[in-house]
């Protein structure tokens, strides 16, 4: 007999490959990004392609899984962030776990730049979500004087994919660490009251699949 979740009715074995596969294409996308296929995530799951398929449908379906996942994890950091009793610190906490994600996984800095596309109702509910979260974080900073008052949570956010592409340049080595120097580096700029007068237009939130 099947070993049986009492709870779920699921085989234990199908809970499993489940779980692989999603350890697989976490994996998978942040190495490579989201061009990976489904035969590798399979083979790298320790499963066949079909088990793939009847788990998840298609392998999109699984890549849109992985990816919501990244974003609820940045949705916990960001409500996190807005407890922290210092304004300030809590939006330069977010700010770093952001950069860092997007270092961390390839795919989910395609993602969070992908504006060619309609997102998924879910991944745009997400999306609002972070939007929402980096907007309260700067008007807190921006209350407490923190924040200088010509800086958008746009810029902020933006200023987050600068850790994206910091690891050589002219035979300069920055290190596995060199982003978070960056990052500070941003941030400080950012604080108040600033010295030289930000140059253009503030960046402005595109339409979602626009």
């Known amino acids: 007999m099947p070993d049986l979740d009492p709870a779920s009715g699921v085989r234990a074995d199908a809970r499993q490959n489940r779980r692989q596969l999603i350890i697989a294409t976490r994996e998978a996308i942040a190495a490579r990004g989201l061009d ?28 849109d899984y992985a990816v919501l996942g990244l974003y609820d994890e940045l949705c916990d950091i960001a409500r996190a962030c807005l407890e922290r009793p210092d304004p300030w610190d809590g939006m330069a906490e977010f700010v770093l776990e952001l950069a860092g994600a997007h270092r961390d996984s390839r795919g989910l800095a ?66 596995p660490d060199g982003w978070r120097r960056v990052i500070m580096v941003l941030l400080d700029g950012m604080r108040a009251p600033g010295r030289t007068p930000l140059q253009g237009p503030a960046p402005q939130v595109r339409p979602q699949g626009a």
């Open 110 to 175: 395609e993602v969070t730049a992908a504006c060619e596309r309609p997102p998924t109702p879910e991944l745009a509910q997400r999306t609002v979500a972070l939007q929402e979260a980096i907007t309260q974080l700067t008007e807190r900073a921006h209350a407490a004087g923190e924040l200088r008052a010509d800086v958008t949570w746009q810029d902020v956010l933006l200023c987050s994919r600068a850790a994206l592409d910091t690891d050589h340049c002219l035979g300069v080595d920055a290190g």
């Open 36 to 63: 990976v296929s489904a035969l590798d995530i399979a083979t790298a799951a320790g499963v066949g392609v079909g088990t793939l398929y009847r788990r998840f449908g298609t392998k999109e379906a699984l890549l």
